[in-house]
């Protein structure tokens, strides 16, 4: 856990998004489709003192099993 300033990395701006990943639910693809195409564009946005962060309410065990069968 960390709190709300430390998702910001020291940058001026935060985008939030919240992945529609339910606990024990199956992925929606369109979240899984926003993650697969972030890759080296989060350079573009941390160049423009911005921070992107992708929550999910799913447990954390179950989002770093997907990060892993995605390779993100």
């Given at each position: 856990e960390v709190?709300?300033?430390?998702l910001f990395?020291?940058?001026?701006q935060l985008i939030v998004y919240?992945?529609?990943?339910?606990?024990?639910a199956?992925?929606?693809?369109g979240c899984s489709m926003v993650m697969d195409n972030i890759g080296?564009?989060?350079?573009?946005?941390?160049?423009r003192d911005t921070t992107f962060v992708f929550t999910s309410p799913?447990?954390?065990?179950?989002?770093l099993a997907l990060q892993k069968r995605m390779h993100w």
């Open positions: 709190g709300l300033v430390d990395e020291g940058r001026r919240c992945a529609m990943l339910e606990p024990g199956t992925p929606f693809e080296h564009n989060l350079a573009h946005v941390n160049a799913a447990p954390q065990h179950e989002i």
